[in-house]
């Protein structure tokens, strides 16, 4: 891994088509997107691939149901239709997810409201997703709900992911289609012309200190909530407002759900869902201002963790959750744009592209749309570059996956199409892994020991938690985030890393630390 990055450094001399700054899902997508088109690119990411948003999202894919009611009806469109299509493109890594709404005799008119919004919502998809229950079998499909009062319910499809899975598969299509990606390498300053036009920028490889200027046609900021900080540099005022949504997840027999539930919270009516993920039960989501330093890690806070409890035991007062039931916790940074609004829940979701002094500036937007925004920045920038059309370089993602008969008589076909939704590109590689060292289950987990050997070897693990909370989630499906195989693991990894017992443990204890502040359910605790 090492090699690979002293290669990819010592070639960012050369000039390039374009820059991306920023490794989360809207730079991978443009990285995939320009890579398509012949460009010569590169994406450079400060911290990890997908650390900052792109790996703490609420894992929907979703068409923004919600939008419709605050008459965001572009978004809602575009939404379902980028929806739709990952859905083809990824299937296994994108996966359809029923979602239940409850309503009680006090919300007479919620249901017509609602029915209405998901009819334009299935004219949009071209297909009828939603279906409505009476009391008596709604009960049945989401068990352990509030019976008193119950009127009836309704059922739609969305769809659900593993952000930070589907960030590296993007990654890896632009890479095999000529795009350079390297992680832990920081834009410090944007070079300028005569002109004052950003023609590149000085970047810092944070894990040698060592610095150099790249030059490229254009310079792309895609840096989600953190933009203002390079804008700051020509010139540019604030423009972000980062909110923060915080999750819980409990295991999955202490809320047991076979699908999604959307409630709305009894203290101002916000949504919150709940749904089957991974193996365990993901809750989700706060929406407040964020007034920490953005610089760093998130951390859900005592109130936003009572708010959340408080919802759950409302609409499923038999369980009785307590914050000693959850198995951790995470939140995430939304890029969104200050509209002025009071509620930040009232902000729109819309995306923004901004050319400020030849910076081009993208940010907003959702998980769902990233490909969209990528097509849109494409087309901003044909003025700055001639595209090559190269006809080798397609954009069909969709792979055909050859099923394995041995690997399927082990797993299953619903965990291999799921390990295919995460290698795409790489499925025959990934093949030769588990046929050279077996298909195991890591205890308590839908993850395979494959999954971290071929991580460590192929994923540009820098960290610990590169591996254990983006690359497989078991830091986050585990408790105590997974001590109790750190173990197995040290044997597992370390030879495919080349680390030393010295570097092991100081790997051990940064992780451990990283996640006692920022993923433990101790925090719940006032």
Not at 59 to 71: A, D, F, S
Not at 441 to 452: C, K, M, V
């Amino acid at each position: 891994m090492n090699n690979r990055r002293e290669e990819i450094w010592d070639k960012l001399n050369e000039t390039w088509d374009v820059i991306i700054i920023g490794g989360g899902i809207t730079g991978a997508g443009i990285l995939r997107r320009a890579a398509s088109q012949g460009l010569r690119c590169l994406l450079l990411e400060k911290k990890d691939f997908a650390w900052g948003t792109s790996s703490r999202s609420g894992k929907l894919v979703h068409g923004g149901l919600r939008y419709l009611k605050q008459g965001q009806l572009k978004t809602t469109w575009q939404s379902v239709h980028e929806r739709e299509k990952l859905l083809s493109e990824c299937d296994g890594l994108v996966e359809p997810l029923g979602i239940l709404m409850p309503f009680y005799e006090e919300d007479r008119f919620g249901p017509m409201l609602l029915k209405a919004g998901l009819t334009l919502y299935d004219m949009i998809a071209h297909r009828k997703n939603h279906r409505s229950y009476d009391s008596e079998d709604f009960s049945k499909m989401a068990p352990g709900i509030r019976q008193t009062g119950l009127s009836t319910g309704l059922q739609y499809y969305d769809a659900r992911t593993d952000d930070a899975r589907l960030v590296l598969r993007v990654l890896k299509e632009g890479e095999l289609l000529g795009g350079t990606a390297l992680n832990y390498c920081s834009a410090q300053e944007l070079c300028r012309d005569q002109k004052g036009h950003v023609r590149g920028v000085t970047v810092k490889d944070i894990q040698t200190n060592k610095t150099k200027e790249v030059f490229g046609k254009i310079v792309i900021n895609a840096t989600g909530v953190w933009v203002d900080q390079l804008r700051s540099q020509v010139g540019e005022v604030p423009r972000m407002r980062p909110l923060r949504g915080s999750h819980l997840i409990f295991p999955n027999w202490r809320l047991p759900l076979a699908q999604a539930i959307s409630i709305t919270h009894p203290a101002d009516g916000r949504y919150l869902y709940a749904f089957p993920w991974e193996g365990v039960t993901l809750v989700g989501t706060t929406d407040i201002d964020h007034k920490t330093s953005l610089g760093d890690e998130p951390s859900i806070s005592y109130e936003e963790g009572k708010y959340m409890l408080e919802g759950l035991n409302e609409i499923f007062p038999s369980y009785n959750l307590k914050a000693e039931d959850v198995l951790s916790t995470f939140s995430g940074v939304r890029p969104v744009v200050h509209t002025g609004k009071k509620d930040p829940s009232k902000e729109a979701r819309d995306h923004c592209i901004w050319m400020e002094k030849g910076l081009l500036t993208v940010t907003g937007g959702k998980l769902t749309t990233f490909d969209l925004l990528a097509r849109e920045v494409m087309d901003k920038v044909k003025s700055e570059i001639s595209h090559q059309n190269d006809s080798n370089k397609t954009r069909n993602f969709k792979q055909e996956m050859k099923m394995n008969s041995i690997l399927s008589s082990h797993l299953g076909d619903n965990m291999t199409r799921r390990l295919f939704g995460r290698y795409g590109n790489e499925w025959s590689s990934f093949m030769d892994e588990i046929e050279q060292n077996g298909c195991e289950f890591i205890p308590g987990t839908n993850n395979l020991w494959s999954e971290l050997r071929w991580a460590a070897q192929n994923e540009s693990i820098v960290h610990l938690d590169d591996l254990l909370l983006r690359r497989v989630r078991i830091g986050m499906l585990l408790p105590s985030g997974g001590s109790d195989i750190i173990g197995r693991l040290k044997n597992e990894i370390l030879p495919s890393l080349g680390w030393d017992e010295n570097r092991w443990e100081q790997e051990a204890s940064r992780y451990n630390q990283i996640w006692k502040n920022h993923y433990s359910p101790d925090l719940l605790n006032q």
